[in-house]
């Protein structure tokens, strides 16, 4: 059985910083790509970053340079630096594979003060 669980998120002023991770089970984690995914309120779900199995990244235009993807295959966890945050980057955060749809996670609320 796939579970994905996100964890880290939390209220934050603008500007401030947070890590995310997500613990993943039930998949061979090390040979799948993942990324970070977010949905902010009456917003359609994005994807944000994405890491391949052997650890190329790519990110969103709105988060580059600001948030980092990167995962630890040993412990099946990804995880999601984020920096410089914006009230904009409100949302909840979500984990998944990226050519696959597992079931979705509960997700880790992000939220950024002005």
């Known amino acids: 059985q796939v579970q994905l669980v996100e964890s880290g998120g939390g209220l934050v002023q603008a500007g401030g910083s947070l890590r995310l991770s997500c613990a993943a089970s039930g998949i061979i984690f090390s040979i799948t790509a993942m990324g970070w995914h977010r949905q902010a309120p009456g917003k359609q779900r994005e994807l944000v970053a994405r890491i391949t199995s052997d650890g190329s990244t790519n990110y969103a235009d709105s988060v580059k340079g600001r948030f980092t993807i990167s995962r630890d295959n040993a412990k099946n966890t990804v995880y999601l630096q984020m920096s410089s945050l914006k009230p904009e980057d409100t949302a909840v955060y979500y984990c998944?594979?990226?050519?696959?749809?597992?079931?979705w996670g509960p997700g880790t609320q992000v939220t950024v003060s002005s």
């Open positions: 998944n594979a990226v050519h696959l749809s597992y079931p």
